[in-house]
């Protein structure tokens, strides 16, 4: 057990994007990888999702990966946006409180339901 608290010290930004549609849940298809994890670990704390254009009804997937195995393990509902002018595109955040890839073998990935980009975020900090 450690004797001293630990802090996050290397902030840290994963980007990525994903546009190739994928309605699997089981953690194959496209999945394209967004952060991997800081030799030391790495606790996330915010995941964003912004589209690039309109969108349609969907999901974007996000997973985790151990090195070996690829699980789902949250999903972001996207909802129909036409996008132009005066009428932003789909974005969606998450807060996470309690979510540390354990060290550089795990990693976040994520993948589109349907054929429409999107920019991934991890927001994060090396341990």
């Known amino acids: 057990m450690?004797?001293?608290?630990?802090?996050?010290?290397?902030?840290?930004v994963g980007l990525g994007q994903v546009s190739t549609a994928n309605t699997n849940?089981?953690?194959t298809g496209t999945i394209a990888?967004?952060?991997t994890g800081g030799s030391s670990g790495?606790?996330?704390?915010e995941i964003v999702v912004e589209a690039t254009g309109t969108t349609?009804?969907?999901?974007?997937?996000?997973?985790?990966?151990?090195?070996?195995?690829?699980?789902?393990?949250?999903?972001f509902l996207v909802i129909?946006?036409?996008?132009g002018a005066s009428t932003v595109v789909y974005r969606g955040s998450r807060v996470y409180e309690n979510l540390t890839?354990?060290?550089?073998?795990?990693s976040i990935?994520?993948?589109?339901?349907?054929?429409?980009?999107?920019?991934?975020?991890v927001l994060g900090a090396d341990l």
């Open 56 to 75: 349609t009804a969907g999901m974007v997937r996000i997973y985790l990966n151990d090195g070996t195995n690829t699980r789902l393990f949250d999903e």
């Open 33 to 35: 990888t967004i952060l």
């Open 80 to 83: 129909a946006v036409t996008a």
């Open 42 to 45: 790495t606790k996330i704390t």
């Open 101 to 106: 890839l354990p060290n550089n073998s795990w």
């Open 25 to 27: 849940r089981d953690g």
């Open 2 to 12: 450690a004797t001293a608290p630990v802090f996050s010290v290397i902030p840290r």
């Open 109 to 121: 990935r994520a993948s589109t339901h349907n054929a429409e980009t999107f920019n991934v975020f």
